[in-house]
């Protein structure tokens, strides 16, 4: 079985990561770690802008990719095959492209639980992903319910 895993590194994405964990274990699954990183809305490109710009990008991704990392080497030492990815670009999109690119059985998500005006002005990823998906999600709740 293949798994893949949107991981937001967020504090509550902890929760996402331990319940991955259980389910990958259950079912002898391949893991792949997913971050999706997304440019500011400004960025164009790494060859333009100041230098100052491309520097704070550049920090960023490598400490998300040093996170990530992290989060793959505690799977495989638990000995869950895991691979670790960083990708740039829109968040559902990238999730649903790459599971499909990996042919993922599953999906392993998140969701924080926000209410219906910031899912109406935001968007919620996990229900972008839960609606155009053409495999199984196993949404986790990330929040605690009253």
């Known amino acids: 079985m293949k798994i893949m895993v949107a991981v937001d590194l967020s504090e509550s994405g902890e929760t996402v990561l331990v319940e991955a964990e259980k389910i990958a274990n259950a079912l002898s699954a391949k893991v792949w770690l997913l971050h999706v990183a997304a440019p500011d809305p400004e960025f164009v490109g790494m060859d333009v802008g100041p230098q100052t710009v491309r520097d704070n990008m550049s920090k960023k991704f490598h400490e998300e990719h040093r ?33 499909t690119k990996l042919e993922a059985d599953m999906i392993v998500i998140g969701t924080h639980g926000h209410g219906a005006m910031y899912r109406l002005l935001v968007g919620s990823v996990s229900e972008g992903v839960l609606h155009k998906s053409t495999c199984p999600i196993f949404v986790i709740p990330t929040h605690e319910r009253d």
């Not at 691979?83 to 999730?95: C, E, K, N, R, S």
């Open 67 to 99: 996170q990530i990392q992290a989060i793959a080497d505690r799977f495989r030492n638990t000995g869950i095959d895991t691979t670790a990815l960083l990708i740039q670009g829109v968040t559902v999109d990238t999730i649903l492209a790459e599971a």
